[in-house]
C-alpha cells in the first residue's frame, strides 16, 4: 500500500509563502506522475501542478501559473510545491498524489494552507 506524507502547510498572510513537500513510500510500481491537489470546502478537487517521470510539468488551474512551482523525482518518490505570492483564495486542503506505471493512483491525507489577508 502506497503511503504519502505531506508537510510544510499552515497559516501565511497574503503575499507570503510556503513549500509542500511530499514523500510516497511502499510502491510496488515506478511512480509516473506525482501531483498536487487542492480542495476547498464544498468543492471538488482541482489539480494544481503535476511532473512527470520524464521531468515535464503542468499547472492547469490557471491562478497558479507563474506563482506556484511544482518540483521534485518520482524515482526518489519526492515532490514539493513552492507557493509564492499567496493570495486568500489559496486557501484550501492540499493533497499530493501519485500515479504509478500501472494508473493506479494514491492520495495523501491532505494538508491545511490557510492565506490571511
Known amino acids: 500500500q502506497v503511503q504519502l506524507v505531506e508537510s510544510g502547510g499552515g497559516l501565511v498572510q497574503a503575499g507570503g509563502s510556503l513549500r509542500l513537500s511530499c514523500v510516497a513510500s511502499g510502491s510496488v510500481f515506478p511512480i509516473d506522475e506525482m501531483a498536487w491537489y487542492r480542495q476547498v470546502s464544498g468543492n471538488g478537487r482541482d489539480l494544481v501542478g503535476l511532473i512527470t517521470r520524464s521531468g515535464d510539468t503542468s499547472y492547469p488551474v490557471s491562478s497558479a501559473k507563474g506563482r506556484f512551482t511544482i518540483s521534485g523525482d518520482t524515482a526518489k518518490n519526492t515532490v514539493f510545491l513552492q507557493m509564492n505570492s499567496l493570495k486568500p483564495e489559496d486557501t484550501a486542503v492540499y493533497y499530493c498524489?501519485?500515479?504509478?506505471?500501472?494508473?493506479?493512483?494514491?492520495w495523501g491525507r491532505g494538508i491545511q494552507v490557510t492565506v490571511s489577508s
Open positions: 498524489q501519485t500515479v504509478d506505471s500501472t494508473r493506479f493512483a494514491s
